[in-house]
């Protein structure tokens, strides 16, 4: 599964990008810019209304029945878009800035061999010479990048997302990363990852990829169950994913992550557990464990209505698989990163999509493309053919810059620490809020309902609060934005 911006890869299958470009604000999964998306509709504008909506459901079994769909995490409020004509100089000037936790860059690479049944992020095929063109495209922004973004500090984190980056030839790759090497400062421990479909990983080219100097490598497998892999229409089955996944292991020169996805058509709890215990059994540095989203108008949602496949698990089965792969990982000792992610090697951090969902400063370059600097967001339009022709011109401009939301600071605050299962309610209401009784309405039921555990200062998600953790951090970032302080406005 691949995403398109720096929102991030674990948003992918919730959360529709919260720019016009991909990466999204928190999720369950997805995948490239930062955080928060303007998509799905939000609960209702009036106060009380809005604080019923995020209140547990009268239910027997919270898991199933808390809520009656996920939610869209977005920031709500929003800033006046720069006028076209006074994007340049202001983009300019905000690369002057010096931003305190280092800096992330975000490149994007557009093309697909094919469009996947599940994915909502597709491209155009990587014909040979449009690809060429549109790496020297990207060597230019970087030159172009080099004086202007000098004082920005080192690039700690460095992902390539898509579409699908290894659908690109590694000689082009290794041209890419050596310009970034040449025209940025990276910190000696740069996370640099190469998103990719598995059969693009051969012995020859995943020497291509290691020369280049990605030491992440984050792959859609999706399923190793056969006859599920299959009915999406991947039809390697999994004794050669196996095969692929053991040889790139083997290397011992990089992170291998891959994505697995919960709720497809024929799917068991039991199969899903299934294919952690194979990932496990391989030794992967870690996994991502996505929800099914199915797209409106998409080829999956075709394909079971058309009863070319099975049903997928409603939302109201699909926390059973959430809870049953967390209580299984945890209990084998992988480490929870995030909602969606696990560790099991000390090697696996999993920077970029924390970076990206908390709005952290992020360069990002290509079609498509999109993230925040200095709290002001910004993206370009995603047809590679403008991209091209503005690069040609030297216009090396988003196509959209916007100032920092009202409430900026607030969400990159939840969104942080909401994403890896906790927040610092004391600390949100001290700094933040002039009314914390909403906030701590919220919290209470949340508690009484099992999905939180709370202290004085913080409050912990259970298993069943993660799975619902997209419209936690929704409902904790409306309520305090509705009760901010003047001066954090």
């Not at 209304?49 to 027997?60: G, I, Q």
Request: proline share 8%; charged share 20%.
């Amino acid at each position: 599964m691949t995403t398109n911006s720096p929102l991030t890869p674990d948003m992918k299958l919730i959360d529709p990008p919260s720019l016009p470009t991909g990466p999204p604000v928190g999720g369950d999964n997805a995948p490239g810019p930062p955080v928060g998306a303007d998509g799905a509709p939000g609960p209702p504008s009036g106060d009380d209304e809005a604080l019923k909506m995020f209140l547990v459901r009268p239910t027997a079994d919270p898991l199933s029945g808390a809520f009656d769909r996920k939610f869209v995490i977005h920031a709500g409020l929003a800033s006046k878009p720069t006028p076209p004509e006074e994007i340049q100089a202001a983009y300019e000037r905000l690369l002057e800035s010096r931003p305190d936790r280092g800096l992330g860059l975000y490149v994007h690479i557009p093309f697909c061999r094919s469009q996947c049944l599940y994915c909502g992020f597709g491209g155009p095929r990587p014909e040979p010479a449009v690809a060429a063109a549109y790496v020297e495209a990207l060597l230019a922004e970087l030159e172009w990048l080099k004086d202007k973004a000098a004082a920005a500090g080192p690039v700690r984190v460095i992902y390539l997302g898509g579409g699908t980056p290894t659908s690109l030839a590694p000689d082009l790759l290794g041209r890419l990363m050596d310009s970034v090497g040449k025209n940025l400062d990276l910190a000696n421990d740069c996370e640099i990852t190469l998103e990719g479909r598995l059969h693009d990983f051969t012995p020859e080219k995943t020497s291509g990829f290691l020369a280049a100097g990605f030491n992440r490598f984050s792959i859609g497998v999706q399923s190793f169950d056969t006859r599920i892999r299959q009915s999406l229409g991947r039809l390697s089955p999994r004794a050669t994913v196996v095969e692929y996944l053991e040889n790139l292991i083997s290397r011992q020169k990089a992170a291998v992550i891959i994505d697995l996805i919960y709720g497809l058509p024929g799917q068991s709890p039991d199969d899903f557990i299934d294919d952690l215990k194979q990932a496990e059994a391989l030794g992967l540095d870690g996994l991502d464990a996505y929800q099914l989203n199915i797209f409106k108008g998409g080829q999956l949602a075709g394909a079971i209505e058309s009863g070319r496949l099975t049903e997928a698990a409603p939302l109201s089965a699909q926390g059973e698989y959430y809870r049953r792969a967390g209580e299984y990982l945890l209990g084998r000792r992988w480490r929870q990163l995030s909602l969606s992610h696990f560790a099991l090697s000390a090697r696996e951090r999993n920077l970029y999509n924390p970076w990206a969902k908390r709005r952290g400063d992020c360069l990002a370059l290509g079609a498509g493309a999109g993230g925040f600097f200095s709290g002001w967001s910004f993206y370009r339009r995603p047809r590679v053919e403008a991209y091209l022709e503005a690069c040609r011109r030297g216009l090396f401009l988003p196509d959209a810059l916007s100032p920092p939301a009202p409430n900026g600071r607030l969400v990159s605050f939840i969104v942080e620490q909401m994403e890896q299962g906790y927040l610092n309610h004391r600390r949100l209401t001290e700094d933040f809020m002039a009314d914390p009784a909403p906030l701590r309405l919220l919290l209470e039921n949340w508690a009484e309902n099992g999905l939180m555990i709370m202290d004085d200062e913080w409050a912990t998600m259970t298993m069943t609060g993660r799975f619902w953790g997209v419209n936690l951090t929704q409902a904790v970032i409306e309520t305090a934005s509705r009760n901010m302080k003047e001066n954090q406005q």
